[in-house]
Nanobody
């Protein structure tokens, strides 16, 4: 009964900020990692960030380092997105897996993650 629900997407101007949330049920974030992924039209789904179950390890794609921050509070994991650019426009998904780890998130394909939310659309446009 693993369930993930994303929220917080919308239309935002370049340079502005947006905060995405992923709420979980059926498992504990303290035991398994959470990954944020995004997919733009015609593009391959890619990992954006990851937070380990222990909270001790994080991963950020080079394209978002210094702008995005992942955090956990109880059963909710957030992705704070600052200084947004047009190239950040995509459907954003949260995912978890019982075998993946954040240490390998940047080198493993997105489909290696087993549990996904339905996604939330982020559009960055003037």
């Amino acid at each position: 009964q693993v369930q993930l629900v994303e929220s917080g997407g919308g239309l935002v101007q370049p340079g502005r900020s947006l905060r995405l949330s992923c709420t979980s049920s059926g498992f504990s974030w303290y035991n398994f990692p959470i990954g944020w992924f995004r997919q733009a039209p015609g593009k391959e789904r890619e990992v954006v960030s990851c937070l380990s179950g222990s909270g001790g390890s994080t991963y950020y794609a080079d394209s978002v380092k210094g702008r995005f921050t992942i955090a956990r509070d109880k059963n909710t994991v957030t992705l704070q997105m600052n200084s947004l650019k047009s190239e950040d426009s995509a459907v954003y998904y949260c995912a978890t897996d019982f075998e993946n780890t954040c240490s390998i998130a940047g080198s493993r394909p997105w489909y290696s993650w087993d549990y996904w939310g339905k996604g939330t659309l982020v559009t960055v446009s003037p």
